[in-house]
């Protein structure tokens, strides 16, 4: 009997024993299970912290070279404008400069008219007109902005009213013009455009 007792509990511990195993087996197949998916998203992450800066790199390649690009065609785009600026200088006959500023809205219109004469380009026109102007419109014509300063209507009128050429201005002038009797149809005309 007591034979049979031991050999029972021998069998109940060779259960619990294997029931352990089991046990202890199972953890340590949960926790390399556990430890690979750690390595997998770690290695993951790596992977993907290496293609981000791929990525950085390559962008940073790609704005490198657009900003070269972008600065050589610049500077082309400057010698282009400097070297058509330099051959309409010397292709066309020069004009006189300012010489009074009250005068700035005749001047205007005889450069108008002269760059159009000679086909310049009107992106050219603020170019060539600065070194005209006399040392007060030619500081206020720097000033402006440029999308005023390409469009000659919008510099002639700012220049106009930097130097006191308004609408006020004009009619003081016609104003206190005296008449003589007796004048002719082409006398009046040309009276008026030596007014202004």
């Not at 404008?81 to 292709?91: C, D, G, L, P, V």
């Not at 005068?103 to 380009?121: A, G, N, W």
């Not at 002639?156 to 004048?183: D, F, M």
């Amino acid at each position: 009997m007591q034979e049979k007792e031991e050999r029972e509990e021998a069998c109940v511990r060779d259960e619990e024993r294997e029931v352990r195993q089991a046990k202890w087996a199972q953890a340590e197949k949960e926790e390399r299970e556990a430890r690979q998916v750690q390595r997998e998203e770690e290695r993951e992450a790596r992977r993907a912290k290496r293609a981000h800066k791929e990525r950085d790199f390559q962008l940073s390649l790609r704005k490198e070279e657009s900003d070269k690009a972008a600065a050589i065609a610049a500077q082309a785009q400057e010698r282009e404008r400097e070297r058509r600026k330099n051959k309409i200088a010397s292709e066309i006959p020069p004009m006189g400069k300012l010489r009074y500023p009250k005068e700035i809205v005749h001047f205007l219109t005889d450069f108008r008219e002269h760059m159009r004469k000679y086909k310049v380009d009107r992106d050219q026109w603020a170019v060539l007109l600065k070194p005209l102007l006399d040392a007060k419109s030619a500081s206020f014509m720097d000033r402006l902005a440029s999308d005023v300063k390409n469009n000659f209507n919008a510099l002639s009128e700012a220049l106009a009213k930097a130097n006191g050429i308004t609408p006020a201005y004009h009619c003081r002038r016609w104003y206190n013009v005296t008449w003589q009797e007796g004048l002719t149809p082409i006398e009046i005309v040309l009276a008026l455009q030596a007014i202004g």
